[in-house]
């Protein structure tokens, strides 16, 4: 959570709704909504580790909000960040460890564990690809991310099956 | 898409004796269904012993690894290739034992199918391509031209209908080939991975055309590796080793719950 929200307050400064507001709409639907209280704890660490700094913006009719900018250490931070290089896919790998497993400790059939698993994976992939057919056609981010999602899933699918052809 | 109710005297017939009961419900069942190729002294058992249903309307998605006896499967049901032993039934009438000539008749009325790589006629505009199952069923060439114009319309290619297939790119061929198996309005629809020679902006639009499709009420039964294909569908059947593995619903995880989430933990 960290860096997105120094890099949407390296476009202008902001307080912490609005950032929430612009990751929703930056992202679409399939992007899980960022709770608004991970949101300030973010903030206020962020700004104990001095890459951001906040006042406060007095409002007439309510309360006043704080609104927070990027220092030059934030901006440093996230120069840094944006070029070193971000790690790979992360691998489903407590399915995995589950298929090996269970049925070595006699506690599950292999066949049944991957027919559960594929089962789920089919019913995430009907809610993606119903998202996909909702999806806002020019809004290239929130289209891409459920594709992403797509793919990683059917990455999973094919794994499974693998797994199958040779583990049963 | 418009479903036609069966014709009148087209009910489901009395089983041979010694046969199980019609069942109303289903528009396609086999029973110990098995397929053995043999060559060369080879015998290779692809199905072995399969026993599913496909409910009228239904759209079932047959998964499984390469080898598995999915093709096979398909190809057996709409009589491509005949049955080694067991029992396939169509709407009611027993249908694992007609001749060659038989089938053809059977397809032409009740099953349509579409392949990976198109199999369009090349020689054949697109329009005389959808066209030519109707005026094989009987049609008039009115009503086939009819039933083209509004396929086409419907599938959003109408202004190719004059077009050489050959000229069409991979996502139009295939769209051309569902017009064709949804000309004469089958009782089901066979797809053999259908999505799989297509980039993901023509799979979404065959995506979209098989839910629109289904949700007019045609029955659906598709062989694929896709996992978004099979994801529209109400239920998977996992086929391995030429045996069914799995026969399960989709049940969409709540969009609440960490389902999506959990595939788009996006880090930073």
């Known amino acids: 959570m960290r860096q997105p929200l120094l890099a949407l307050l390296a476009k202008e400064p902001a307080h912490g709704y609005e950032l929430k507001l612009a990751l929703e709409q930056t992202f679409g639907q399939a992007y899980p909504s960022p709770n608004i209280g991970q949101i300030y704890v973010t903030l206020k660490r962020l700004e104990q580790d001095g890459l951001v700094r906040s006042e406060d913006v007095e409002q007439t009719t309510r309360p006043n909000k704080r609104v927070y900018e990027l220092t030059p250490a934030g901006r440093e931070a996230l120069r840094a960040w944006v070029t070193e290089p971000s790690d790979g896919p992360r691998v489903r790998d407590e399915f995995f460890i589950k298929l090996i497993l269970a049925p070595m400790a006699g506690l599950a059939d292999r066949m049944e564990l991957m027919n559960s698993q594929r089962r789920h994976y089919l019913g995430i992939m009907r809610n993606l690809t119903e998202l996909q057919a909702e999806a806002d056609p020019a809004d290239a981010p929130a289209r891409l991310l459920i594709e992403g999602a797509i793919l990683h899933l059917q990455a999973d699918l094919d794994w499974l099956e693998r797994c199958q052809e040779e583990l049963v | ?268």
């Open chain 2, 1 to 268: 898409m418009r479903r036609r109710l069966p014709p009148e005297g087209d009910r489901p017939v009395t089983p041979r004796s010694g046969g199980p009961p019609a069942e109303t419900t289903a528009l396609i069942r086999t029973s110990k269904l098995v397929k053995v190729y043999r060559a060369d002294g080879v015998t290779v058992e692809a199905i072995r012993g399969v026993d599913i249903e496909l409910g009228i309307g239904e759209f079932v998605a047959i998964m499984g690894p390469s080898g598995s006896g999915k093709s096979t499967l398909l190809h057996v049901l709409g009589g491509l290739e005949p049955a080694t032993s067991g029992e396939i039934w169509l709407r009611g009438r027993r249908v694992d034992g007609l001749s060659t000539a038989a089938w053809a008749i059977l397809r032409r009325q009740h099953i349509g199918f579409v392949f990976q790589f198109f199999n369009l006629l090349s020689n054949m505009t697109v329009a005389d391509n959808v066209e030519l199952p109707a005026l094989l069923a009987g049609a008039t060439p009115r009503q086939a031209r009819r039933r083209r114009e509004e396929l086409l319309t419907e599938l959003g290619i109408s202004d190719k209908a004059d077009a050489a297939p050959a000229r069409l790119s991979g996502g139009e061929q295939q769209r051309v080939a569902l017009a064709r198996a949804l000309a004469n309005e089958p009782s089901v629809l066979l797809a053999d991975e259908p999505t799989g020679n297509l980039d993901s902006s023509n799979t979404r639009d065959v995506l979209r055309l098989l839910r629109r499709a289904h949700a007019g009420g045609q029955a659906i039964l598709i062989v694929t590796h896709d996992a978004r294909v099979a994801s529209l569908a109400d239920r998977v059947i996992n086929l391995f080793d030429g045996m069914v593995a799995d026969d399960a619903k989709i049940v969409p995880v709540p969009r609440t719950m960490n389902g999506v989430a959990d595939v788009l933990e996006l880090r930073g």
